[in-house]
């Protein structure tokens, strides 16, 4: 029997231009039923892809092919936060029956623009509605012609696709790939006979073929349904999606829908989503567990309630302001999404603690906005100053404005346990004034060896303190990218040594698992050389994950030594020491001295042998040679 591509026609209200019974509708369904025909009826014979971290692009085709994407990734591209709300038929109070769970919703006085509104006080531009759960009794919030399990008469997601679009939010629509939880409360959610019965022949929905079949149709269904949808936001993969082609489907019939996918970074997807991790230091830092490099588009989805599941459970659980303000300030300063989640109640509000929390962000974050709103993270591929671990306990990140280069904001999530400033690494920016960014004020400030000092602050904020830091265009003290030629001891094929001097931090060198590892870089002539400035690839957290035992698994530098020579011939070992594992660019010093030939060994890198994926897999993407460093102070 041919393999259905989905219902083309659907009850119930939609947005967008009704497709059925149109001139679009016949284009559409000619479409499916050719796709049908022709690549659903034969699985691919390469069976399921694997996750695009375990397969290395060429030097020629870098991992940054995401870097601009296509312009259906312009919306998360340009988004600082978004919000993920799980609710469903086992919201609590938990319902058995679909349309008690309908009737209490509207009962309640569920109103779509309730979430759109509570959206606009985070600043979020997308909101992710996570109703299809495996936990939370596979609810589908429109009406359905697709029988196997709740699905509503009232068109609550149409409802809020209108209500959101209308402020200028897109709405993105959770998919689970999991069958394993259908009986989870006692009694079945998933509806075998109903579904066998639609298509003809048996088919079992509590297995993993059965499911993604299932689930399959229903992605075909939203697409025609739903014309103003934004995207799907993937729960894993299902086995039958992969082997039927379903996101080049998608990409065929709806280019303009975005994809993202939970904890697995596949090519076709649009955006890599890390899920919430707990235990960093400092506790907000999320960041120190992301394992996807910039540019990908990548989010991380976190719980804003302490405690608790990801959906209501009957409590108001408390709310950490500092944390989560921490949080958003963290993810924007390494370019990361936020994906906040709340837990809706059956009627669609949040408990008391989550909307006071809603409420404050409505009046916090204004006055900064424009150092987290079209910005990207500093310190790494866009330039800035050093993110992370300052003076006396201080900690935080940076943004560098995407329409002036020269424009950086300095984040303060933790202040200085002593004294009233902070000292950040400059990475050759020379400043030329400081102010406050919520005041306006002018602050003194001086550099000198690397360092920016900004002194006398008297105005801290409890959650982030931010300064503007006005800049000149070009960086100082620094070789050209191109000027230096690197070569290396060992090198992966499509990644060499080459590409650690080539200004381009979408291409990187990878030692083919070789340690020690050694690259020298060569000036040319005999030059003034004060300090190496690392951009190791950002594809390994610096958080020990529970996962792994808490046993390390970042793949950055750990014992490394330095030597300088002027001939090539002899040289002189000036540094040995230890690489601290953290994110952004790290530094090494090696004083006053002069070379043409500089030699950097990597003995050791951080991964234990208990992380194969990680142990002694050293790669890193830039590596610039300094000669000195700019000088200057004022107010």
Same mark, same amino acid.
């Given at each position: 029997?041919?393999?259905?591509?989905?219902?083309?026609?659907?009850?119930?209200?939609?947005?967008?231009?009704?497709?059925?019974?149109?001139?679009?509708?016949?284009?559409?369904?000619?479409?499916?039923?050719?796709?049908?025909g022709?690549?659903?009826?034969?699985?691919?014979?390469?069976?399921?892809?694997?996750?695009? !971290?375990?397969?290395?692009?060429?030097a020629?085709?870098?991992?940054?092919?995401?870097?601009?994407?296509?312009?259906?990734?312009?919306?998360?591209?340009?988004?600082?936060?978004?919000?993920?709300?799980?609710?469903g038929?086992?919201?609590?109070?938990?319902?058995?029956?679909?349309?008690?769970?309908?009737?209490? $919703?509207?009962?309640?006085?569920?109103?779509?623009?309730?979430?759109?509104?509570?959206?606009?006080?985070?600043?979020?531009?997308?909101? $992710?509605?996570a109703?299809?759960?495996?936990?939370?009794?596979?609810?589908?919030?429109?009406?359905?012609?697709?029988?196997?399990?709740?699905?509503?008469?009232?068109?609550?997601?149409? @409802?809020?696709i209108?209500?959101?679009?209308?402020?200028?939010i897109?709405?993105?629509?959770?998919?689970?790939?999991?069958?394993?939880?259908?009986?989870?409360?006692?009694? *079945?959610?998933?509806?075998?006979?109903?579904?066998?019965?639609?298509?003809?022949?048996?088919?079992?929905?509590?297995?993993?073929?059965?499911?993604?079949?299932?689930?399959?149709?229903l992605?075909?269904?939203?697409?025609?349904?739903?014309?103003?949808?934004?995207?799907?936001?993937i729960?894993?993969?299902?086995?039958?999606?992969?082997q039927?082609?379903?996101?080049?489907?998608?990409?065929?019939?709806?280019?303009?829908?975005?994809?993202s996918?939970?904890?697995?970074?596949?090519?076709?997807?649009?955006?890599?989503?890390?899920?919430?991790?707990?235990?960093?230091?400092?506790?907000?830092?999320?960041p120190?567990?992301?394992?996807?490099?910039?540019?990908?588009?990548?989010?991380s989805?976190?719980k804003?309630?302490?405690?608790?599941?990801?959906?209501?459970?009957?409590?108001?659980?408390?709310?950490?302001?500092?944390?989560?303000?921490?949080?958003?300030? !963290?993810?924007?300063?390494?370019s990361?999404?936020?994906?906040?989640?709340?837990?809706?109640?059956?009627?669609?509000?949040?408990?008391?603690?989550?909307?006071?929390?809603?409420?404050?962000?409505?009046?916090?974050?204004?006055?900064?906005?424009?150092?987290?709103?079209?910005?990207?993270?500093?310190?790494?591929?866009?330039?800035?100053?050093?993110?992370?671990?300052?003076?006396?306990?201080?900690?935080?990140?940076?943004?560098?404005?995407?329409?002036?280069?020269?424009?950086?904001?300095?984040?303060?999530?933790?202040?200085?346990?002593?004294?009233n400033?902070?000292?950040?690494?400059?990475?050759?920016h020379?400043?030329?004034?400081? *102010?406050?960014?919520?005041?306006?004020?002018?602050?003194?400030?001086?550099?000198?060896?690397?360092?920016?000092?900004?002194?006398?602050?008297?105005?801290?904020?409890?959650?982030?303190?931010?300064?503007?830091?006005?800049?000149?265009?070009?960086?100082?003290?620094?070789?050209?990218a191109?000027?230096?030629r690197?070569?290396?001891?060992?090198?992966?094929?499509?990644?060499?040594?080459?590409?650690?001097?080539?200004?381009?931090?979408?291409?990187?060198?990878?030692?083919?698992?070789?340690?020690?590892?050694?690259?020298?870089?060569?000036?040319?002539?005999?030059k003034?050389?004060r300090?190496?400035?690392?951009?190791?690839?950002?594809?390994?957290?610096?958080?020990?994950?529970?996962?792994?035992?808490?046993?390390?698994?970042?793949?950055?530098?750990?014992?490394?030594?330095?030597?300088?020579?002027?001939?090539?011939t002899?040289w002189?070992?000036?540094?040995?020491?230890?690489?601290?594992?953290?994110?952004?660019?790290?530094?090494?010093?090696?004083? @006053?001295?002069?070379?043409?030939? $500089?030699?950097?060994?990597?003995?050791?890198?951080?991964?234990?042998?208990?992380?194969?994926?990680?142990?002694?897999?050293l790669q890193?993407?830039?590596?610039?040679?300094?000669?000195?460093?700019?000088?200057?102070?004022?107010?």
């Open positions: 029997m041919k393999r259905s591509t989905g219902p083309l026609t659907r009850r119930g209200p939609r947005t967008g231009t009704p497709a059925t019974r149109t001139g679009a509708a016949v284009v559409w369904a000619a479409v499916l039923a050719l796709l049908g022709v690549l659903l009826a034969t699985p691919s014979a390469a069976g399921p892809r694997a996750p695009a !971290a375990t397969a290395a692009p060429s020629a085709r870098p991992a940054a092919e995401h870097a601009q994407g296509p312009d259906r990734q312009r919306m998360l591209r340009d988004a600082t936060a978004g919000l993920f709300l799980h609710w038929m086992f919201t609590r109070p938990l319902h058995t029956d679909c349309r008690a769970w309908e009737k209490a $919703v509207t009962d309640g006085g569920w109103d779509a623009r309730y979430w759109v509104d509570e959206a606009k006080k985070l600043r979020a531009s997308y909101i $992710v509605l109703t299809f759960h495996s936990r939370l009794g596979y609810a589908r919030p429109w009406p359905s012609r697709v029988p196997g399990s709740c699905a509503t008469e009232r068109d609550i997601l149409g @409802e809020l209108t209500a959101a679009r209308a402020r200028g897109e709405v993105i629509l959770y998919m689970t790939d999991d069958p394993k939880w259908h009986s989870e409360q006692g009694f *079945t959610t998933l509806d075998s006979a109903a579904y066998s019965a639609h298509k003809g022949r048996p088919v079992d929905l509590t297995t993993r073929p059965g499911f993604g079949e299932y689930s399959y149709d992605f075909f269904e939203v697409m025609e349904g739903y014309r103003e949808l934004a995207g799907f936001w729960d894993n993969d299902n086995e039958y999606w992969e039927h082609g379903l996101y080049e489907q998608i990409r065929r019939l709806r280019p303009d829908m975005t994809l996918n939970n904890n697995e970074d596949t090519p076709i997807m649009d955006m890599v989503s890390h899920e919430q991790k707990t235990g960093m230091t400092p506790p907000y830092d999320q120190s567990a992301i394992w996807t490099p910039m540019p990908r588009l990548t989010e989805c976190y804003v309630p302490d405690t608790g599941a990801w959906w209501y459970d009957g409590q108001d659980r408390p709310v950490s302001t500092g944390l989560n303000v921490g949080r958003y300030i !963290a993810n924007a300063g390494t990361i999404k936020s994906l906040m989640n709340l837990t809706a109640m059956v009627d669609g509000r949040f408990p008391p603690q989550q909307q006071r929390f809603t409420d404050f962000m409505k009046g916090y974050l204004p006055p900064i906005w424009k150092s987290l709103s079209g910005v990207d993270g500093g310190g790494y591929m866009y330039g800035g100053m050093q993110p992370g671990a300052w003076n006396d306990g201080a900690y935080g990140y940076l943004t560098v404005s995407r329409e002036d280069r020269t424009r950086s904001y300095v984040h303060v999530t933790t202040r200085p346990v002593r004294g400033a902070v000292r950040v690494r400059d990475n050759g020379r400043v030329r004034r400081v *102010t406050d960014l919520r005041t306006g004020e002018r602050l003194a400030f001086d550099q000198r060896d690397g360092t920016l000092t900004i002194r006398g602050i008297t105005r801290w904020d409890p959650y982030d303190t931010v300064f503007t830091v006005d800049t000149l265009p070009d960086r100082e003290g620094v070789y050209p191109r000027s230096v690197a070569t290396a001891t060992s090198a992966k094929e499509g990644f060499p040594a080459t590409a650690l001097s080539d200004g381009d931090f979408t291409t990187y060198w990878d030692s083919a698992a070789q340690l020690p590892a050694g690259v020298t870089l060569d000036l040319g002539r005999t003034k050389v300090f190496l400035g690392l951009n190791q690839r950002e594809w390994s957290p610096t958080y020990n994950r529970e996962t792994f035992g808490r046993a390390e698994d970042s793949a950055r530098i750990k014992d490394y030594r330095v030597a300088l020579s002027r001939n090539g002899t002189e070992t000036v540094r040995t020491a230890v690489l601290e594992s953290a994110r952004g660019t790290r530094f090494i010093d090696l004083g @006053e001295r002069s070379a043409r030939y $500089v030699r950097l060994t990597v003995d050791t890198t951080w991964a234990s042998a208990s992380v194969p994926r990680f142990h002694r897999q890193i993407d830039e590596i610039q040679v300094g000669h000195g460093h700019p000088r200057g102070g004022g107010r």
